[in-house]
């Protein structure tokens, strides 16, 4: 059993749990037929690690996570728009149980992952252009989780629009078990590139709040806690830890990558100068503060500059 190191805001320590992850970084893709606009890349159950709160998303004891990603490219001259209903993707489970995809009625989890993954969702995409390049889209659904079996199957059926349509079959040996949402990451070229690059905007939010905490614990006199929180801010944006950050909660794991500036450079070229900034305010007030007297101006210029540097980033994201 891996050790994980599980990370809630409004807590000042880590603590460490146990969980089991599958690691495996293979796919297999479905094209629906030799014309087809879709291709499945991955059909993923969530089998929640012990850190990763779903009590919020208001599932039945016996529900569980499908997620499914897919590639949908619009090859005709023709713009379509695509449903915005439920009912344009469905899974049928072992000829039996039949599953619309989430979309109004996700919890907050999958919500905060989906909108930092860097797929789209077909029910809030609109017009795909004629000609347009591949898009990358996932859908979620909330299935009885008895439904996976050794030998079970998947019908899914898109209808996406009056010409962007057709179905597939997936057997058991096709369905990868993840623990924490970003395993559906295993369909990209470099998966952990990818997960560091979309966990950014996560960490900023996480050292905003602890740069916060440290503040009003400054405030307070309470060292230890100060102390505590701005080690955290440190090492978000650090690639001397052990651990990653998850792109849809306040997680942090060993399984998850460790931050490398590397992958932030190669997909959000225009941020990396704005974490440097922010780990070089953090040293600044660390350092200061640790000083038997402490030059308070530098540590309240380090921390505003960090706190709207910080805000910047989330802000680019949230634009974007």
């Known amino acids: 059993m891996k050790k994980r190191l599980s990370l809630i805001l409004m807590f000042t320590m880590f603590?460490?749990?146990?969980?089991?992850?599958?690691?495996?970084?293979?796919?297999?893709?479905?094209?629906?037929?030799?014309?087809?606009?879709?291709?499945?890349?991955?059909?993923?159950?969530?089998?929640?690690?012990?850190?990763?709160?779903?009590?919020?998303?208001?599932?039945?004891?016996a529900q569980r996570y499908l997620l499914l990603v897919y590639d949908v490219v619009n090859n005709s001259d023709r713009n379509e728009e695509l449903s915005g209903f439920a009912d344009s993707i469905?899974?049928?489970?072992?000829?039996?149980?039949?599953?619309?995809?989430?979309?109004?009625?996700?919890?907050?989890?999958?919500?905060s992952f989906r909108e930092n993954c860097g797929y789209s969702v077909s029910t809030s995409y609109g017009t795909l252009w004629g000609g347009s390049g591949s898009v990358r889209m996932i859908a979620a659904f909330a299935v009885n989780g008895n439904d996976?079996?050794?030998?079970?199957?998947?019908?899914i059926n898109f209808q996406l629009s009056n010409n962007i349509k057709g179905n597939t079959t997936i057997t058991a040996a096709d369905i990868q078990t993840i623990n924490l949402l970003d395993g559906v990451f295993a369909v990209e070229d470099d998966?952990?590139?990818?997960q560091i690059a979309h966990s950014i905007k996560n960490r900023a939010q996480i050292c905003k709040t602890a740069l916060e905490t440290a503040s009003?614990?400054?405030?307070?006199?309470?060292?230890?806690?100060?102390?505590?929180?701005?080690?955290?801010?440190?090492?978000?944006?650090?690639?001397?830890?052990?651990?990653?950050?998850?792109?849809?909660?306040?997680?942090?794991?060993?399984?998850?990558?460790?931050?490398?500036?590397?992958?932030?450079?190669?997909?959000?070229?225009?941020?990396?100068?704005?974490?440097?900034?922010?780990?070089?305010?953090?040293?600044?007030?660390?350092?200061?503060?640790?000083?038997?007297?402490?030059d308070y101006d530098n540590v309240n210029s380090a921390q505003r500059l960090a706190?709207?540097?910080?805000?910047?980033?989330?802000?680019?994201?949230?634009?974007?």
């Open 307 to 320: 706190y709207n540097t910080l805000t910047e980033i989330i802000d680019y994201f949230d634009a974007d």
């Open 216 to 294: 009003q614990a400054e405030h307070n006199g309470d060292t230890l806690n100060r102390n505590t929180q701005l080690a955290l801010c440190g090492a978000l944006f650090s690639e001397d830890t052990t651990w990653g950050v998850s792109c849809g909660s306040a997680i942090v794991s060993e399984d998850l990558p460790v931050f490398q500036k590397e992958s932030v450079s190669r997909y959000w070229p225009e941020v990396v100068d704005k974490i440097t900034t922010v780990s070089e305010c953090i040293e600044v007030m660390i350092s200061e503060l640790d000083m038997e007297t402490p």
């Open 148 to 155: 996976i079996k050794d030998d079970c199957t998947v019908e």
């Open 90 to 111: 469905t899974l049928t489970m072992n000829d039996t149980n039949s599953y619309e995809q989430l979309f109004s009625s996700e919890g907050m989890v999958l919500k």
């Open 191 to 194: 998966p952990e590139m990818y």
């Open 15 to 61: 603590m460490f749990l146990c969980a089991c992850g599958n690691s495996s970084n293979t796919t297999n893709s479905h094209e629906l037929n030799e014309t087809s606009s879709i291709e499945v890349k991955g059909l993923f159950f969530l089998d929640p690690a012990e850190e990763l709160d779903l009590s919020t998303e208001e599932l039945d004891p």
